[in-house]
């Protein structure tokens, strides 16, 4: 089955400045790659997805790239905030009939005023 | 449209127990996924039910069970309750067919098994 590996798994960012979480996946048939964000007891929110046949995908201070050939993607975000603190989970699935998705282990990112 | 619901928000169980949750989709989604969330374990889906029917299944032993309603509505039931099964359990809905792939999640049950 598929297997999501995501790093840091802690990371601390002064406001202003970018973060950068990292995700590889291990089945080269996944093709949908979704970012949920969980702050603390609430549930998980959906921030950015990406399918394989895009390279790049943008939206205002958040971004996320798909390496299809090194099976990995990444989350950028810039000019962070402090509400911006929060775990963020990076997840991967095949489309086609069933949803289930592999999550990582997921990051909290912390943003230091 | 309102979101995905989850009732009971709030459980306590002790061993041995066995227990019912239930997930109300988006309007118009027809799959339900649920997912175990634990600190030691992360995220890690459960099964989903599309059209009243089973359609994948997680690694997770058959004291889980669940069923889809005509409505879309689910419930999971667990058996034979454990410690190793407090977490808090998730549902998410999509609606179906290719390309509808996003997953919306309820606010989750909080179970604790003592």
């Known amino acids: 089955g598929e297997n999501v590996e995501q790093h840091p798994s802690t990371l601390s960012v002064q406001e202003g400045d970018s973060a950068v979480i990292k995700c590889t996946y291990s089945?080269?048939?996944?093709?949908?790659f979704p970012w949920y964000k969980q702050e603390l007891g609430k549930r998980p929110q959906l921030i950015i997805d990406?399918?394989?046949?895009?390279g790049e995908k943008k939206d205002q201070r958040i971004a996320v790239t798909l390496n299809k050939t090194a099976k990995h993607f990444s989350l950028h975000i810039t000019e962070t905030q402090p509400e911006d603190s929060a775990v963020y989970f990076c997840a991967a699935t095949r489309t086609g009939s069933a949803r289930q998705l592999t999550f990582g282990s997921g990051t909290q990112l912390t943003v230091l005023p | 449209k309102a979101g995905v619901t989850q009732t009971p928000r709030y459980l306590i169980k002790t061993r041995g127990q066995q227990v019912t949750l239930s997930c109300s989709p988006i309007s118009g989604h027809r799959s339900v996924s649920w997912y175990q969330q634990t600190p030691g374990q992360g995220l890690q889906f459960l099964f989903e039910?599309?059209?009243?029917?089973?359609?994948n299944k997680g690694n997770f032993p058959g004291r889980f069970s669940g069923r889809q309603f005509s409505n879309s509505r689910s419930e999971m039931n667990v058996s034979t309750l454990e410690l190793g099964d407090s977490a808090l359990y998730l549902c998410?809905?999509?609606?179906?067919?290719?390309?509808?792939?996003?997953?919306?999640f309820g606010p989750g049950t909080r179970l604790l098994v003592l």
């Open positions: 089945d080269s048939a996944s093709n949908y």
């Open positions: 039910y599309f059209s009243e029917t089973q359609r």
């Open positions: 990406i399918r394989s046949n895009v």
């Open positions: 998410a809905s999509s609606l179906a067919g290719q390309g509808a792939e996003t997953q919306y």
